[in-house]
């Protein structure tokens, strides 16, 4: 089966039973936590994130059409694809637990599905980590940075470090959510931080050092 058509049968599913439970979803609802009267938030809280998914999809594939970098998706293909996959079945994987949270509320199911939104996040995290170092420069995923999208040695540096964090990040977030489920946050707080923030930083860090070790002067100042 072809990446394209895992996607789009998982979404061709996803708004089927989302369309199923559209009929049941004000059912699920505690009467002091119902929504006023009328369709919209039953058509919001079905088909919000199903459709998000769809948007992301044809959106990275559009921007892979126009990157100037494309010649590179050559050397990367599979990965990119199996990026799209993961952020599929991540956003249809918390579309069906939010639903799932609201039929905890009418006792419906049991309360194990609260652990289940953080250990998807951890697994698709250690996923990430382990495929991110295979990325080439591109302009659509990945730790697009100026200094990365300038060297690809930056970027596979920056990219084998980022790896390494987002397993480590994944294998922890799974851990503490059946450590400390409640205390969930200090990892997963920091964590998503470093990841926005750390990431490009790091990229930064690694242009300098890159830059110093093939600055002239400092080499022949060495020789000297």
Same mark, same amino acid.
């Given at each position: 089966?072809? @990446?394209?058509?895992?996607?789009?049968?998982?979404? *061709?599913? *996803?708004? %089927?039973?989302?369309?199923?439970?559209?009929? !049941?979803?004000?059912?699920?609802?505690?009467?002091?936590?119902?929504?006023?009267?009328?369709?919209?938030?039953?058509?919001?809280?079905?088909?919000?994130?199903?459709? *998000?998914?769809?948007?992301?999809?044809?959106?990275? &594939?559009?921007?892979?059409? !126009?990157?100037?970098?494309? *010649?590179?998706?050559?050397?990367?293909?599979?990965?990119?694809?199996?990026?799209?996959?993961?952020?599929?079945?991540?956003?249809?994987?918390? @579309?069906?637990?939010?639903?799932?949270?609201?039929?905890?509320?009418?006792?419906?199911?049991? !309360?194990?599905?609260?652990?289940?939104?953080?250990?998807?996040?951890? +697994?698709?995290?250690?996923?990430?980590?382990? +495929?991110?170092?295979?990325?080439?420069?591109?302009?659509?995923?990945?730790?697009?940075?100026?200094?990365?999208? !300038?060297?690809?040695?930056?970027?596979? &540096?920056?990219?084998?470090?980022?790896?390494?964090?987002?397993?480590?990040?994944?294998?922890?977030?799974?851990?503490?959510?059946?450590?400390?489920?409640?205390?969930?946050?200090?990892?997963?707080?920091?964590?998503?931080?470093?990841?926005?923030?750390?990431?490009?930083?790091?990229?930064?860090? +690694?242009?300098? %050092?890159?830059?110093?070790?093939?600055?002239?002067?400092?080499?022949? @100042? &060495?020789?000297?």
């Amino acid at each position: 089966m072809s @990446h394209d058509k895992f996607r789009y049968g998982v979404l *061709a599913a *996803a708004f %089927c039973v989302s369309t199923l439970l559209f009929f !049941r979803l004000p059912d699920f609802w505690p009467i002091r936590y119902r929504f006023p009267a009328g369709p919209f938030p039953w058509i919001f809280t079905s088909f919000t994130l199903p459709t *998000a998914a769809l948007v992301i999809v044809l959106i990275f &594939k559009s921007l892979a059409k !126009r990157d100037p970098l494309r *010649a590179n998706y050559v050397k990367f293909r599979r990965t990119y694809e199996l990026f799209l996959d993961l952020a599929v079945l991540l956003t249809i994987g918390t @579309h069906f637990l939010l639903i799932g949270k609201l039929m905890i509320l009418q006792v419906r199911i049991g !309360r194990w599905i609260t652990y289940v939104p953080s250990s998807l996040i951890g +697994i698709i995290l250690v996923v990430a980590g382990n +495929i991110l170092p295979r990325l080439r420069p591109n302009s659509a995923m990945g730790i697009r940075t100026r200094w990365t999208l !300038r060297d690809e040695t930056v970027w596979m &540096k920056t990219h084998r470090g980022g790896g390494y964090f987002l397993f480590a990040f994944g294998l922890t977030l799974i851990a503490w959510t059946f450590i400390d489920f409640m205390g969930i946050w200090w990892v997963l707080g920091p964590g998503a931080v470093l990841t926005a923030a750390g990431l490009p930083l790091l990229s930064y860090v +690694i242009w300098k %050092c890159e830059r110093r070790s093939s600055s002239p002067f400092l080499n022949s @100042h &060495k020789e000297n």
